[in-house]
């Protein structure tokens, strides 16, 4: 079955570390997007990406980072400059623009 | 962006019709009106789109009115599956690519 898998479904993460969540589509999407999800908010979107190597900064980007190697991946680092990085992290894919994005089932970083 | 108003909350019980309306006064000529279903720690799924008037799928109804400034997801016979979050967006394709804002929502509580 075609879909976004996020890995892994739990992280944890100690004072001053970087750490990387992965996602990964094979539904042959160009764009693909990172989203932010705090206890009974919305999604804000971190960055997003309309074509390989290339990449744009959402509404809350400070203290993450991207890259697009690949079309199947889109990894994010949350780096030890986001000082609340707890949050559940989503991972979505679209084939363009407007079309609906497909979303992971998110991965929950916490800090040890 | 268009910015969305839609209920915080609404109850319904088995069986009913459930309408959630979306306020959306600025939409833009390009936009698109996109409806999402999110379980508790999952990410959001895709339920409708549409653009103008009256769109139906196997699981939904969305209605826009002719000046588009608003748009009505239907809900058929709910079930206490249909408990969900249920988020209201517009967008469009040209330069904004990704770049959906999110709201709070709108969380269904279907009773028995």
């Known amino acids: 079955d075609g879909g976004i898998t996020q890995s892994p479904k739990y992280l944890f993460r100690k004072e001053g570390q970087n750490v990387t969540l992965s996602c990964e589509q094979n539904?042959?999407?160009?764009?693909m997007y990172w989203y932010r999800q705090d206890p009974g908010q919305g999604l804000r979107l971190i960055y997003y990406?309309?074509?390989?190597?290339?990449?744009q900064k959402g509404d809350i980007a400070e203290g993450y980072s991207v890259s697009r190697e690949k079309k199947e991946s889109f990894p994010l680092t949350v780096t030890s400059a986001q000082k609340n990085p707890t949050a559940f992290y989503l991972c979505?894919?679209?084939?363009?623009?407007?079309?609906?994005?497909?979303f992971g089932d998110g991965t929950r970083l916490s800090i040890l | 962006l268009a910015k969305t108003t839609q209920p915080i909350s609404m109850d319904s019980y088995e069986g009913q019709e459930v309408n959630i309306t979306c306020s959306h006064n600025?939409?833009?000529?390009?936009?698109?009106i996109t409806w999402y279903q999110q379980f508790p720690s999952q990410g959001p799924r895709f339920i409708i789109q549409g653009y103008k008037t009256k769109v139906t799928n196997e699981v939904a109804s969305l209605f826009i009115p002719a000046d588009r400034k608003s748009s009505t997801l239907s809900l058929p016979r709910v079930s206490l599956s249909d408990t969900a979050v249920y988020y209201c967006?517009?967008?469009?394709?040209?330069?904004?690519?990704?770049?959906?804002?999110f709201g709070q929502g709108t969380t269904l509580q279907v009773k028995p």
């Open positions: 990406s309309q074509i390989v190597n290339d990449f």
């Open positions: 979505a894919s679209s084939l363009q623009g407007y079309q609906p994005q497909h």
């Open positions: 600025n939409i833009a000529t390009n936009d698109y």
């Open positions: 967006l517009v967008g469009d394709e040209v330069g904004n690519t990704g770049k959906l804002i």
């Open positions: 539904l042959n999407h160009d764009a």
